[in-house]
DNA sequence: GCCGGCTATGCCGCCGTTCGATATGGGCCG
DNA sequence: CGGCCCATATCGAACGGCGGCATAGCCGGC
């Protein structure tokens, strides 16, 4: 991680120096992993790399959408609100992940950091420009939405269909495979969500939550570990909890 | 309505006789909408016209998903289905709706249909050739996932946090929204799919279905008319009911 | 007119929520 | 280094909204 410290910094490094995006460790897993050399010199250009603390909000719902946003370090949340308070997170987001599609010039959803984030950062004008002068970072972005809306269409199985038992242990599942993907080691694996944020991404409350744990805990089917990590004891029992059969 | 009365029927006019396209009636809701003369008739000569019974299945989760479709008159329904039978419906289409995308080959959804449908079918290997020669298609359909992606998110705000009278509340107004996008009008609102579908798709039972519907025609928000139409009675008042404000 | 599927509704039970109290643990300061 | 403090997590008890089941009513098709 670079050595950052303040909230927003511009990344003077990228036109002067060696192009940052090659160095980049989630390239392959972004919408850059399309670009040849030349194109990643363009898309450099018109990048800034920031960083934010926990608890920082990016942008709010109904905020003007007039940025986009690739998550390099770090993990990010979604969420849309009610406006008695009910909170539903949309999405966790990890290191190679697309932030900032928005449909009627404005975003749909308020973006959060989880953790400390690091963040590629496109002015929308420009990053339009060159969608469309590189047709291939067109169709990228376009298969990276299909495969969010595939996400979203299970999510909505979870919500509307899982019990608690198994919307967690999907949960868990899921950032197994996804830190998998990462090249990360898919057990133990990193919780560096609260409870909280937990809840409202599953449509429970904390204490449903803490006591699932609890639960699963108790069944052997996991185990808690320190630095927020969860050991999974049987990955087959587990995926076999999270459909119900 | 073209008069065919088989399940599956080759439009052989499309080729011979007038592009049909030309007279699409909801041509300009779909991704048609971003195309030329030339470029539509490009396409005219790779799309079938096809036309299904209610509860027709047009394929299935996990199916090879070698063709797209175009919805250009009547509902259909995508769901999800857990092991046990537990079902969600991710989503209803209207004409102009697109459907087939697809992340590994395989539909991750099963699509049946709802009403008597006609659709325009698309062989996949054709229609990305034709993504490639014409960016402002894929633009397009891009533009129309971006919207799917926000519908989504708003799905899982309803089916996480929402009450049951705030998703009954929340659904008829989604469907006089989408109506009124196509031109009809927006109340009374026509609710051509039966109390299960409604319930699998909100995440209820039929029971709480009735019983909100109930509800609702009590408190004189609503009423039941002929033929599955929803008379809304204050327009301002169902949408706050759908936020729960 | 009869039959079958869909819808409506009463009754009861349960899962998950709500509310409150307690435990835990990490950060900060003395 | 130890202790305090506040946020978070955990747990217990009671409540309530929604689900499950059974029955009755409705409507459409043959």
Known sequence: MPPFDMGRVRDVSAQADVNPC????????????????????????????????????LFGEGDKADTLYNVTAGTMKLYKLLPDGRRQITGFLLPGDFLGLSVNET???SAEAVTPVTL??????????????????????????????????????????????????????????????????????HVPMSRADIADYLGLTTETVSRTFTQLKTSRVIALLEGNKVQIHDMDQLYDLAEGS
Do not use: W
Request: hydrophobic share 40%; net charge positive.
């Open 120 to 189: 590629c950062r496109f002015p929308r004008r420009r990053m339009e420009a060159l969608l469309d002068e590189f047709p291939k970072m067109q169709r990228r972005l376009f298969s990276m939405a299909s495969n969010e809306l595939a996400a979203a269409q299970d999510q909505m199985l979870l919500l509307g269909r899982k019990t608690a038992k198994e919307k967690i242990c999907s949960f868990l599942l899921m950032l197994s495979q996804r830190a998998q993907r990462r090249g990360h080691k898919e057990n133990p694996v």
């Open 22 to 57: 090659g160095a980049c460790p989630v390239r392959s897993l972004t919408v850059c992993a399309a670009l040849e050399a030349e194109e990643l010199r363009r898309l450099a250009e018109i990048l800034q790399t920031v960083r934010f603390e926990p608890g920082h909000t």
């Open 107 to 109: 975003y749909a959803y």
